[in-house]
């Protein structure tokens, strides 16, 4: 199956700082990526999406001033949590969608467990 | 009411058991429906995907959809220890799971043991 990668893939930082995530898909070109984040014995919320070379549309209560979203190829996309807080604390996973239409699911990346102390 | 529920268990059953893990969903429009297994730790992996109702196969696991109750289920026949993960059950807002935002449940997380 295809490959998408993150990294880092886990990281600790003191409050107040910025962190950047990368997505990389490794083998194919991703039109369409998404950004999850998952909290502790509960579900992906999916955040934002993001397509190459537009603006990301995010999801109602994500603040986009917050988590910045940059998708500037097809293969990369970042996500940049500014001004980190203890509760931005998750794991948050991108994944990635080739760009036919027809395929029939998009590729999680392994995931970036950030904790903000 | 959420769009897509799921009991978050946690399962735990001793190996060579049959394991239904299941979900409901709200909106009688949905099509496609997906099971993702996420190891802990790791992003989830696509097991297998229905579309419209009925039964789909895949060595030990079978999908279900009845979209009569909106319900769908996923079967692990001869469940192994190297199962134990959390099952999540994914529909697209789209007609596929590829380019489409996806409403996941809250998963379930399963146990084999020895």
């Not at chain 1, 991703?30 to 909290?39: I, P, S, V």
């Not at chain 1, 998708?71 to 996309?77: D, I, R, W």
């Not at chain 2, 529920?5 to 893990?21: F, N, R």
């Not at chain 2, 807002?93 to 146990?111: A, R």
Request: charged residues 20%; glycine residues 8%.
């Amino acid at each position: 199956g295809a490959v998408v990668s993150q990294h880092p893939s886990r990281v600790i930082c003191k409050s107040g700082t910025s962190v950047k995530i990368e997505c990389r898909s490794l083998d194919f070109q991703a039109t369409t990526m998404f950004w999850y984040r998952q909290f502790p014995k509960q579900s992906l919320m999916l955040m934002a999406t993001s397509n190459e070379g537009s603006k990301a549309t995010y999801e109602q209560g994500v603040e986009k001033d917050k988590f910045l979203i940059n998708h500037a190829s097809l293969t990369l996309s970042t996500l940049t949590v500014t001004s980190a807080h203890p509760e931005d604390s998750s794991f948050y996973i991108c994944s990635a969608a080739p760009p036919r239409v027809s395929q029939e699911t998009q590729y999680f990346g392994p995931g970036t467990r950030l904790l903000v102390l | 009411q959420k769009e897509v529920e799921q009991d978050p268990g946690p399962l735990s059953v001793p190996e060579g058991a049959i394991v239904s893990l299941n979900c409901t969903y709200s909106n009688s429009a949905f099509q496609y429906f997906m099971w993702y297994r996420q190891y802990s730790r790791k992003g989830p992996e696509l097991l297998m995907y229905t579309y419209s109702s009925g039964n789909k196969e895949d060595g030990r696991f079978t999908a279900q959809v009845d979209k009569s109750s909106k319900y769908i289920s996923l079967f692990i026949r001869d469940s192994q220890p190297s199962d134990s993960a959390t099952y999540l059950c994914a529909i697209p807002q789209g007609l596929t799971g590829g380019g489409n935002k996806l409403t996941f449940g809250t998963g379930t997380q399963l146990k084999v043991e020895l």
